[in-house]
C-alpha cells in the first residue's frame, strides 16, 4: 500500500468515525439502544406515599454518588411514572443497591407487580420503609430536585448508610439484567 493509500484510508476512517445518528425525539428507540450499552447498577427507592404513608417503592438505574462532603447521592424519576409526585414530594426516601439474586424485585415492584406484599419491610428514623438483604443502603433526606427533560434529577443528603450484605451486583445492561463477577 503506498503512502498516498494509507492516507486516503486514514481520512476514510476519520471520516467512518465522525458519522453518527442525530438523537429523534419522535422515535427515541435508536438512542436508547445506544444508552442501553453502559452498563448500571440496579437500585429499589423506597419511600412513603404523600397521600397516606403507605410504602411505595421504585426500580431505578440513575443512581449515582455526586460528593461525599456533604455526603450527596442522585437518582432520576421519570415525570411519566404514577409515581413520580409522591418521589419528588417525599422528604426522605431510601436507595437500595440490590444484589444479583434480588431481580425479582424488580418485577414486583413494576406497574402490576404485587409490591411490598409478603416482604419483610421495617421502617428507617425517618419513617421510610426499608428492606433487608440489598448489598447498601441509603437513608436520604431530598437536598435538591431538577428538571431534566422528561425526568427529574433528585439529589438526596445521606443520613445514615448501611452495608447489608456481601455479594455481586444486580447489573442492567442492553434491556436486560444479569450479573458482575469483578476480576473476570
Do not use: Y
Request: overall charge negative; proline content about 7%; aromatic content about 8%.
Amino acid at each position: 500500500m503506498s503512502e498516498s493509500d494509507r492516507i486516503d484510508a486514514a481520512i476514510r476512517t476519520a471520516e467512518d468515525l465522525a458519522k453518527g445518528h442525530l438523537p429523534d425525539p419522535a422515535d427515541p428507540r435508536l438512542l436508547r439502544d445506544a444508552l442501553g450499552r453502559f452498563a448500571t447498577g440496579v437500585a429499589l427507592v423506597t419511600a412513603c406515599d404523600v397521600d397516606d404513608g403507605s410504602p411505595i417503592a421504585i426500580v431505578v438505574n440513575s443512581f449515582a454518588s455526586v460528593s461525599l462532603d456533604p455526603p450527596l447521592v442522585l437518582w432520576s424519576a421519570a415525570r411519566s411514572s404514577m409515581r413520580h409526585r409522591h418521589f419528588t414530594s417525599a422528604p426522605a426516601f431510601a436507595i437500595h443497591i440490590l444484589a444479583e439474586g434480588q431481580r425479582d424485585l424488580t418485577s414486583r415492584f413494576s406497574r402490576s407487580g404485587p409490591g411490598f406484599e409478603g416482604l419483610t419491610l421495617a421502617r428507617n428514623g425517618e419513617g421510610v420503609p426499608v428492606l433487608p438483604e440489598a448489598l447498601a443502603r441509603f437513608d436520604c433526606v431530598t437536598e435538591a430536585l431538577h428538571e431534566g427533560g422528561d425526568h427529574t434529577i433528585i439529589i438526596g443528603r445521606v443520613t445514615r448508610f448501611d452495608l447489608q450484605r456481601e455479594g455481586g451486583p444486580l447489573c442492567f445492561f442492553g434491556g436486560g439484567f444479569g450479573g458482575f463477577a469483578p476480576g473476570s
